[in-house]
Nanobody, 120 residues
């Protein structure tokens, strides 16, 4: 059994910052890439940022220069630091991780989502 648990969402004013965290737990042998997606009302889920096991990162154009993804492999946790937030960043944010379980099964796991709302 593997779980991803997100935290850190909430309501913030435009220009503000939030830091999301996502911790993986359970029968984990190793974690490959981790990432964050988001889904705004009426829109498709989109990739926000991803990070490989060796720290290589990728960002959506809309968040480059404002968001930073990082991970702590010892804690099995991925973070998303979000700065200069705008109302367009309002969405449910989901973390994902490509995990190899202790039984040797490789699968993409998802968190339950955390709401981020940017509003004055």
């Amino acid at each position: 059994q593997v779980q991803l648990v997100e935290s850190g969402g909430g309501l913030v004013h435009p220009g503000g910052s939030l830091r999301l965290s996502c911790a993986a737990s359970g029968s984990i042998f190793s974690i490959n890439a981790m990432g964050w997606y988001r889904q705004a009302p009426g829109k498709e889920r989109e990739l926000v940022a991803s990070i490989t096991s060796d720290g290589s990162t990728k960002y959506a154009d809309s968040v480059k220069g404002r968001f930073t993804i990082s991970r702590d492999n010892a804690k099995k946790t991925v973070y998303l630091q979000m700065n200069s937030l705008t109302p367009e960043d309002t969405a449910v944010y989901y973390c994902t991780a490509n995990i190899i379980t202790t039984r040797g099964v490789q699968y993409d796991y998802w968190g339950q989502g955390t709401q981020v709302r940017v509003s004055s």
